[in-house]
């Protein structure tokens, strides 16, 4: 009976602004390697095992990050199952759970791991999932409780009785109370890790939440599929109450498990936790890019775009960016969601891009802007091509930095190589691709009386946008 991986992506991560935002989440980032980011790395901890192909749930937004980032390790048959709307774990699973039992029928045991989170002791993982496939095969709901090594007031916590049995769900605790489970030797931290048939899990889902299961059902049994993903009903997802699995499911199932896991493990959910999972200089201070300090101890920097300076400071967090900048005292970690609350509701864009924004076929990078004018440098990935598009309120004009464009301008199709440009009237159709093997770079200049992304009007794109 093979093992399928299902990667939990829908997330955000706005606890570790300003590097996560909206269009471009933790998860993305290789924020504990030098090479692979932490979906990377969850996927390629799995290949050592037997594992059928993966699936993988993500937000809607995030579908060519994700594929993209697959296929850069050489994972290319996954079933990447797009969420319209975030309904939490139990709804993504069951989505997931539809999926495997399409492939596998009821012999399909899947592997939940959430993409976000650091292992490296994989000898431990594989040890400690051996054990739960073995219960998985008798109908068991498995989750993995990891040892606690401190009293964490950040995670809930599972107490475990005899024969893998679970006694006891709690959620987050204060500082006593999580002492009080670390020194009983009873409790381990809630992983949020998962190995269980699709269809018993979906069984214990129609008993408990059968709303949830009818609602996910009706959105999956409408589906359609375009490139490698697969598109549930919008509109009967949204009917879909929000709902955890350990709501919804695990702490009422009778068939619940907790195989215990020893290893190293981390949930990369904040700031505070990447610092305590990181290696540290020798005055326990993580310092990662262009980044100086003196004087300065117990401090997480992370500099993006330019060199950043600590002198004498203790216990911050301070993370630099091309457009934000975050400082903040380690112990307050939790509360950068408060900062993300405010940027959103006084109609700002930090919590959404960054500067450079990725696209399917390239990124785009704004350097400069004002009330009638914009300056963005694109890149075009080789054989990558822009929609057939037009613009109600601006005009363009395009100069090629390096590589090879092929331009549809109105009914002028031209080829431009380095220092050539072209200009593209308000109203006038046109394309833009890369033929070459290089990466196209190219200058663009915007101006008009509005300049808003949304000014785009698509009449064919190879993206399904």
């Given at each position: 009976m093979k093992i399928v991986p299902v990667i939990l992506s829908g997330g955000i991560g706005s606890r570790l602004w300003p590097l996560s935002r909206d269009h471009f989440p933790k998860q993305c980032y290789a924020l504990v390697d030098a090479h692979y980011s932490l979906l990377q790395q969850t996927m390629l901890r799995t290949l050592s095992l037997e594992v059928a192909d993966p699936i993988v749930v993500c937000n809607e937004d995030h579908r060519f990050l994700i594929a993209q980032q697959l296929q850069s390790i050489g994972v290319k048959n996954a079933r990447i199952v797009l969420e319209p709307k975030g309904r939490n774990t139990a709804p993504a699973i069951a989505l997931a759970a539809l999926e495997a039992l399409r492939s596998h029928a009821d012999g399909a045991l899947m592997l939940v791991l959430p993409a976000d989170h650091v292992i490296r002791d994989i000898a431990a993982f594989e040890t400690t999932i051996k054990q739960a496939v073995e219960l998985a095969k008798d109908d068991a709901l498995v989750t993995f409780g990891v040892q606690p090594t401190r009293p964490e007031t950040g995670y809930g916590y599972i107490r475990a009785g005899e024969r893998f049995s679970v006694m006891e769900f709690v959620e987050k605790p204060n500082l006593e109370k999580a002492q009080f489970y670390l020194d009983s030797g009873e409790y381990l931290w809630n992983s949020g890790m998962f190995l269980f048939r699709a269809k018993a899990f979906l069984g214990e889902l129609a008993v408990h939440r059968d709303d949830i299961f009818q609602a996910v059902n009706n959105a999956y049994q409408q589906r359609a599929e375009d490139l490698d993903f697969v598109r549930v009903d919008a509109i009967l997802f949204a009917q879909c109450p929000e709902e955890s699995i350990d709501f919804a499911v695990m702490e009422r199932t009778k068939k619940a498990k907790v195989v215990p896991y020893a290893g190293d493990w981390s949930d990369i959910g904040a700031w505070d936790a990447l610092y305590n999972y990181a290696d540290k200089d020798t005055n326990n201070n993580v310092l990662l890019g262009d980044v100086m300090a003196e004087g300065s101890t117990n401090c997480l920097v992370r500099s993006e775009s330019r060199l950043v300076a600590a002198v004498g400071v203790q216990d911050l967090v301070i993370?630099?960016?091309?457009?934000?900048?975050?400082?903040?005292?380690?112990?307050?970690?939790?509360?950068?969601?408060?900062?993300?609350?405010?940027?959103?509701?006084?109609?700002?864009?930090?919590?959404?891009?960054?500067?450079?924004?990725?696209?399917?076929?390239?990124?785009?990078?704004?350097?400069?802007?004002?009330?009638?004018?914009?300056?963005?440098?694109?890149?075009?990935?080789?054989?990558?091509?822009?929609?057939?598009?037009?613009?109600?309120?601006?005009?363009?004009?395009?100069?090629?930095?390096?590589?090879?464009?092929?331009?549809?301008?109105?009914?002028?199709?031209?080829?431009?190589?380095?220092?050539?440009?072209?200009?593209?009237?308000?109203?006038?159709?046109?394309?833009?691709?890369?033929?070459?093997?290089?990466?196209?770079?190219?200058?663009?200049?915007?101006?008009?009386?509005?300049?808003?992304?949304?000014?785009?009007?698509?009449?064919?794109?190879?993206?399904?946008?």
């Open positions: 993370v630099e960016t091309a457009d934000a900048v975050l400082v903040m005292d380690k112990n307050n970690a939790q509360d950068v969601k408060q900062i993300v609350k405010r940027i959103q509701a006084e109609g700002r864009q930090e919590h959404m891009y960054h500067t450079t924004v990725h696209r399917p076929w390239g990124t785009y990078q704004v350097v400069d802007a004002g009330e009638r004018h914009k300056v963005k440098r694109i890149m075009v990935k080789p054989g990558e091509k822009l929609s057939l598009q037009m613009h109600h309120y601006r005009a363009e004009h395009w100069v090629v930095v390096s590589g090879t464009a092929k331009v549809l301008n109105g009914e002028r199709e031209i080829l431009l190589t380095e220092n050539e440009s072209t200009y593209i009237p308000v109203g006038v159709v046109h394309a833009l691709e890369n033929p070459g093997t290089v990466p196209l770079e190219l200058i663009e200049v915007q101006s008009g009386s509005y300049l808003g992304e949304d000014d785009i009007v698509r009449f064919s794109d190879r993206y399904g946008r």
